[in-house]
């Protein structure tokens, strides 16, 4: 990955240069060239500025932090509306009121249930599954509700050593009983038109969920995400009526490492979500 992010600078420099004064990045608007014409002008002191090795460093974040994500949560969204066939309906008559195919974002956000799929979709299947921090320090963890140890002696507070590793189970949160109440393990966009009172504890920076986690390292990609993830579902949902392909039971959570995306259980059918696809057609 370093060979080839090494050639992608090299050759959008060159473009940056060769098209000095252009606004329009080399003819390019991507993030790389973005950040490379930043580090190129001369207006940036020399000790504010990326090395070659900084930006190319960036190239996995975007690809892992930023592509590999969404593409999940967007494939949790396809099978999670292919199941809940209501779902997906209500979403296409909202879709289908839109009067133009290149909605702008204000389009897009004003749309109330499309708001709906996109926040139970990442709160049921949020791609980003755990995630671990490191105590700096010494400290004590007060806790809502004590816990009962092995030898039955009661704790309402929990010590951390430094050093110590903390296991932040993102989707458990965001799918806990206690929080959403029975059903919190289904997919039902409904329930954000009345979010229970008792999800108003949880710190995420976006929707009440840890989805995009909370505190100064929260997602710097967030609005972006739900940006494409919306521009996506608007354009394939108008489209297509979406229907699945394998038995019921059948489409499951393949983890790699941090990160859940859907897939075939059984069968030796490899990875990928299979998905029956029939153009849709308003006037039918
Ligand atoms: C559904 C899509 C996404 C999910 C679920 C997601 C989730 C997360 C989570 C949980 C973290 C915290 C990781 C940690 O601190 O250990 C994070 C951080 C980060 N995300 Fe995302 N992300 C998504 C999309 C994006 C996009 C589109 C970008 C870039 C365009 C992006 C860039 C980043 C970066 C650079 C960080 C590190 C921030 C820091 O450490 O200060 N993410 N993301």
């Known amino acids: 990955m370093f060979s080839i992010g090494s050639q992608i600078v090299s050759k959008s420099?060159?473009?940056?240069?060769?098209?000095?004064?252009?606004?329009?990045?080399?003819?390019?608007?991507?993030?790389?060239?973005a950040l490379l014409r930043v580090n190129m002008s001369?207006?940036?002191?020399?000790?504010?500025?990326?090395?070659?090795?900084?930006?190319?460093?960036?190239?996995?974040?975007?690809?892992?932090?930023?592509?590999?994500?969404?593409?999940?949560?967007?494939?949790?969204a396809l099978y999670a509306l292919s199941v809940n066939t209501a779902a997906q309906t209500k979403l296409r008559e909202e879709l289908l009121a839109i009067s133009t195919e290149n909605p702008t974002m204000d389009e897009l956000n004003s749309l109330p249930y499309l708001e709906y799929v996109v926040r139970e979709t990442l709160r049921v299947h949020a791609p980003v599954v755990f995630n671990l921090r490191m105590?700096?320090?010494?400290?004590?963890?007060?806790?809502?509700?004590?816990y009962i140890d092995k030898e039955g002696k009661s704790h309402d507070s929990l010590p951390i050593h430094k050093g110590q590793m903390i296991h932040i189970p993102i989707l458990a949160v965001n799918t806990d009983k206690e929080i959403w109440g029975e059903d919190?393990?289904?997919?039902?966009?409904?329930?954000?038109?009345?979010?229970?009172?008792?999800?108003?504890?949880?710190?995420?920076?976006?929707?009440?969920?840890?989805?995009?986690?909370?505190?100064?390292?929260?997602?710097?990609?967030?609005?972006f995400s739900l940006a494409e993830m919306?521009?996506?579902?608007?354009?394939?949902?108008?489209?297509?009526?979406?229907?699945?392909?394998?038995?019921?039971?059948g489409?499951?959570?393949?983890?790699?490492?941090?990160?859940?995306?859907?897939?075939?259980l059984a069968g030796?059918?490899?990875?990928?979500?299979?998905?029956?696809l029939k153009p849709y057609n308003a006037q039918l």
Do not use: Y
């Not at 996995?60 to 949790?76: L, N």
């Not at 059918?269 to 029956?276: A, D, M, N, V, Y």
């Open 135 to 146: 105590a700096m320090e010494d400290d004590v963890l007060p806790l809502s509700k004590p």
């Open 13 to 33: 420099k060159a473009d940056i240069k060769a098209s000095e004064g252009e606004k329009t990045l080399g003819g390019k608007r991507d993030l790389l060239s």
């Open 230 to 249: 919306k521009a996506l579902l608007f354009t394939l949902v108008r489209a297509f009526e979406l229907e699945q392909a394998v038995p019921k039971g």
């Open 42 to 76: 001369t207006t940036i002191p020399e000790t504010q500025r990326l090395n070659d090795t900084e930006v190319i460093a960036q190239i996995p974040s975007f690809f892992f932090a930023g592509h590999e994500t969404t593409s999940a949560a967007t494939a949790w």
């Open 268 to 276: 030796g059918k490899g990875s990928g979500l299979p998905l029956i």
């Open 251 to 264: 489409i499951g959570p393949s983890i790699t490492g941090l990160l859940q995306s859907p897939m075939v």
């Open 184 to 223: 919190a393990d289904e997919f039902k966009p409904e329930r954000w038109a009345k979010i229970p009172d008792s999800v108003s504890t949880i710190p995420g920076v976006w929707a009440n969920l840890l989805t995009f986690f909370a505190g100064p390292h929260n997602c710097i990609g967030f609005r």
